[in-house]
């Protein structure tokens, strides 16, 4: 029942498969803050919408992070009386949904789906209220709900609704291998079924190819599985560079379809390799929060494109998420043809660990797998990363039996992709442990030059970079390695030359790109970060203040992207494009 989560694919009735009808919810929405919804101060706003999206610096700031309460009205109507979809993107952080004035779901958490089916009336006006609470993210982070930037509070993305039939769609997944020079697409889906004990049959098609399905018995309101496999003799594969994409169609007579882009190509590792249709694969880019001047993390279609050209400006054919990104970006990924090591495990900060409780495990659990049942037709998606920066052997509490377990569930639920783990640094594993024994590929964050060794030279960091990775290596011989985090902030504020200033972050992120690119062991580097970004307004660069008095930071911008928070390109960018390419 869970991965109904997933209906936010797309799902539209199989008669508006070739003319989608409008989407009622299309238009203005009336917003007001504060404890009623009827508070002063309305206006109208579109969807998505972040309350808050300006003003996370200084006293505004941090009035701004703590929080509050956001009311979200739309009244419509639908052209027929019927069952219907009503499907969220996301809302931060507690969701409470009224239609016509009764509640009909409660939802924790962001960048998390959820949906709610009801029949509605043709002939009258309907009204949806939306509350929207997101205060105090110290009490979201104790809860598991860690974010990771700044708390952006509001429906950060999509709200649609579809008349829904007496069956759906859900979870759609495809998988390739390749045999001989020919592919193997395994695609599956689950069917959900809202109607009496019935046979259902699915149909469909792959780039033009039918796809058969056995018909399969579905219990009422149960789920069934189903998967058609087809042989495609000179399929076009996708890769960076070559992002081929093709239709994907399945759909129940009369009653549901789904239909997305979806791309043909193999991955696995080997070793300490990772292979993309057969070949070795180098990664090479930055990671991206989604944050948007004036918009924060409810992206618009150019906010979206802006991220996606800035990677193809440093020429980068991968990319990394702590969080999971929204479809509609992964969408430009896809096309584009960057690679995502995707986050969707619960993100603590730096070797930390909240979900100590059974309970909060749980929630871990069904956040992983909601994201992953939404997300996993994408091509560009690598690797699934469990967890942010873990230390050692993983903390008390649970961590490494959790992300173990989820580690073997992810392997037998979507074989076609790898697991990451990404790795605290300073507290990287000596030896194999637990929590690593089922993971594919290591992310390991390496701040030399700029948290450690600041003033070193260029010879003493590139040889403290070589011996933090030999070490990774010698303690997982047979696993792909990735640098996932690497870099320094940057402003105009600092002499250039030293640390805080554009000439000292061109200079390590150059030192950093050249003494990966020498290390055949390693599958890749990724720089953090992609763009600055907002993060909680206390945050003025951590220890590197200790380690350089009077450096000149930001307080509540995290300044390490190589371009700045408006989209201005730092002298970095230019650096990593060259050595990129």
């Known amino acids: 029942m869970a991965l109904l989560l997933a209906l936010v694919l797309a799902l539209v009735p199989a008669a508006s498969l070739a003319e989608p009808a409008p989407d009622p919810l299309a238009g203005p929405w009336t917003m007001t803050v504060g404890s009623a919804a009827n508070g002063a101060h309305a206006r109208s706003v579109g969807m998505p919408h972040v309350v808050n999206a300006t003003g996370f610096t200084g006293r505004r700031g941090e009035a701004s992070y703590e929080g509050a309460i956001a009311w979200f009205r739309k009244r419509f109507t639908v052209p027929a009386t019927g069952p219907y979809m009503l499907a969220f993107g996301s809302v931060h952080h ?25 029949t509605l009336a043709a002939g009258r006006t309907h009204t949806l209220l939306v509350r929207a609470d997101y205060r105090d993210p110290l009490a979201m982070k104790h809860s598991g709900w860690h974010r990771s930037w700044f708390n952006f509070g509001g429906i950060n993305r999509p709200v649609t609704l579809r008349a829904a039939g007496p069956s759906d769609i859900v979870a759609p997944n495809i998988r390739t291998r390749l045999a001989n020079g020919a592919a193997i697409v395994d695609v599956s889906a689950r069917i959900h079924n809202y109607a009496a004990t019935r046979a259902i049959t699915v149909s469909g098609s792959l780039g033009g190819a039918a796809l058969s399905f056995p018909a399969v018995t579905v219990p009422a309101g149960g789920e069934r599985g189903v998967r058609a496999q087809l042989r495609v003799a000179h399929p076009d594969l996708w890769a960076p560079g070559h992002p081929a994409l093709q239709d994907l169609q399945l759909q129940v007579a009369g009653e549901a379809s789904w239909q997305g882009r979806v791309g043909l190509r193999e991955i696995r590792h080997v070793g300490s390799r990772i292979l993309l249709n057969g070949r070795r694969l180098v990664l090479q880019g930055a990671s991206i ?99 942010n920066e873990v230390g050692g052997q993983g903390h008390s509490g649970g961590q490494a039996s959790y992300i173990d377990g989820m580690a073997r569930e992810l392997h037998r639920a979507d074989p076609g992709r790898l697991v990451g783990l990404d790795i605290w640094g300073p507290h990287a594993p000596r030896t194999n442990g637990l929590m690593y024994h089922h993971i594919d590929v290591l992310g390991l964050t390496n701040y030399s030059g700029w948290y450690d060794h600041t003033f070193a030279s260029r010879r003493t960091i590139a040889r403290v970079i070589r011996a933090n990775v030999a070490a990774l290596r010698r303690a997982f011989p047979d696993r792909a390695i990735v640098v996932t985090e690497f870099g320094a902030e940057a402003n105009g504020r600092n002499p250039a030359s030293r640390p805080g200033g554009y000439a000292f972050q061109s200079r390590l992120l150059a030192t950093h790109i050249r003494t990966y690119a020498a290390m055949p062991e390693l599958s890749g580097m990724l720089v953090w970060d992609l763009s600055d970004f907002a993060v909680a307004p206390t945050f003025n660069g951590g220890s590197i203040r200790g380690l350089v008095p009077g450096i000149r930071l930001v307080r509540g911008l995290n300044q390490k992207g190589l371009f700045t928070y408006g989209g201005r390109a730092k002298p970095a960018a230019a650096i990593v494009a060259k050595l990129f390419s």
């Open 289 to 387: 929060q989604e944050d948007a001047p004036g918009h924060g993390d409810a992206l618009t279609g150019a906010d979206m494109d802006r991220i996606v050209a800035r990677l193809k400006r440093i020429h980068a054919n991968a990319t990394r998420a702590q969080h999971p990104l929204s479809p509609e970006l992964l969408d430009r990924l896809d096309a584009a043809g960057i690679l995502v090591w995707q986050g969707v495990g619960p993100v603590d900060s730096p070797g930390n660990w909240t979900e100590r409780t059974a309970r909060m495990r749980a929630v871990a659990r069904q956040r992983v797998r909601t994201s992953v049942a939404q997300l996993q037709t994408h091509p560009s998606i690598l690797a699934w990363n469990l967890a």
């Open 94 to 118: 507690k969701a409470t949904v009224w239609i016509d004035g009764r509640v009909v779901k409660r939802h924790t958490g962001a960048y998390l789906p959820f949906d709610v089916r009801k």
